[in-house]
């Protein structure tokens, strides 16, 4: 299996809802990042988790919670949301050792109201 | 911190090869040069990686010369399929607190016309 897998493909929240966006690879890779695109833009980096633990958090609002309950798993929570936050969330994995070379999944596409 | 300038957009025509160069005048020496191709509404695709010489695969070659302070990534032939926006990234292979290699930069958008 070398998929990474990510749900909802679509999500559309209110500025009050909480909502999770979900990653899972069983590629066996130990580093799990989440990335923000907007249109035309090149993505972001949000999130890094290196060995379940979280070692980059590139000064990301509150309202984004990251949460690796597994070495295959990835959350994002979301809460209190802004529409400026609507985009392309992007889940990606790579092997401890070679961050360099990452595997993206298909992205949810966020639209906040 | 190895910052990248590639071009904005390139066209090309199919069946043709297309070099794609991107400059890093600040690169450092243990950082890697690693390109990225992504299509519209997709995840970005890793597609080659490479610190010195050349670097061929079944998809790319990647040209790095001595001073590395410049690389073109070369696409052989291409088809209507690879119209894409391709990312440059520099940065060191082992995170260890850097950001250097996680930090995209603006892509060049390659059109390939029949």
């Given at each position: 299996d070398?998929?990474?897998?990510?749900?909802?493909?679509?999500?559309?929240?209110?500025?009050?809802?909480?909502?999770?966006?979900?990653?899972?690879?069983?590629?066996?890779?130990?580093?799990?990042?989440?990335?923000?695109q907007?249109?035309k833009?090149?993505?972001?980096?949000?999130?890094?988790?290196?060995?379940?633990?979280?070692?980059?958090?590139?000064?990301?609002?509150s309202?984004?919670?990251?949460?690796?309950p597994?070495?295959s798993?990835?959350?994002?929570h979301?809460?209190?949301?802004?529409?400026?936050?609507?985009?392309l969330?992007?889940?990606?994995?790579?092997?401890?050792?070679?961050?360099?070379?990452q595997?993206?999944?298909?992205?949810t596409?966020?639209?906040?109201? | 911190?190895?910052?990248?300038?590639?071009?904005?957009?390139m066209?090309?025509?199919e069946?043709?090869?297309?070099?794609?160069?991107?400059?890093?005048?600040?690169i450092?020496?243990n950082?890697?040069?690693?390109?990225?191709?992504?299509?519209?509404?997709?995840?970005?695709?890793?597609?080659?990686?490479?610190?010195?010489?050349?670097?061929t695969?079944?998809?790319?070659?990647?040209?790095?010369?001595?001073?590395?302070?410049?690389?073109?990534?070369?696409?052989?032939?291409?088809?209507?399929?690879?119209?894409?926006?391709?990312?440059c990234l520099?940065?060191?292979?082992?995170?260890?607190g850097?950001?250097?290699n996680?930090i995209?930069?603006?892509?060049?958008?390659?059109?390939v016309?029949p």
């Amino acid at each position: 299996d070398t998929e990474v897998t990510q749900t909802p493909k679509h999500l559309v929240m209110g500025m009050t809802n909480k909502k999770s966006l979900k990653c899972e690879q069983h590629m066996g890779h130990r580093a799990m990042y989440w990335y923000k695109q907007k249109a035309k833009k090149p993505p972001e980096l949000m999130f890094v988790y290196s060995y379940e633990k979280l070692s980059i958090n590139e000064s990301v609002p509150s309202r984004f919670s990251p949460e690796c309950p597994n070495s295959s798993l990835l959350n994002l929570h979301l809460h209190a949301l802004q529409p400026e936050d609507s985009a392309l969330y992007l889940c990606a994995s790579s092997q401890g050792d070679r961050y360099n070379e990452q595997f993206f999944g298909p992205g949810t596409r966020l639209t906040v109201l | 911190l190895a910052k990248t300038t590639q071009p904005i957009s390139m066209d090309s025509y199919e069946g043709q090869e297309v070099n794609i160069t991107c400059s890093h005048n600040n690169i450092a020496t243990n950082d890697y040069i690693t390109w990225y191709q992504q299509f519209p509404s997709q995840g970005p695709r890793f597609i080659i990686q490479g610190y010195k010489t050349k670097v061929t695969n079944e998809v790319a070659s990647l040209f790095i010369p001595a001073d590395r302070k410049s690389s073109t990534l070369s696409l052989p032939r291409v088809s209507l399929s690879d119209t894409a926006v391709y990312y440059c990234l520099v940065g060191d292979l082992a995170y260890g607190g850097s950001q250097g290699n996680l930090i995209f930069g603006k892509g060049t958008k390659l059109s390939v016309k029949p």
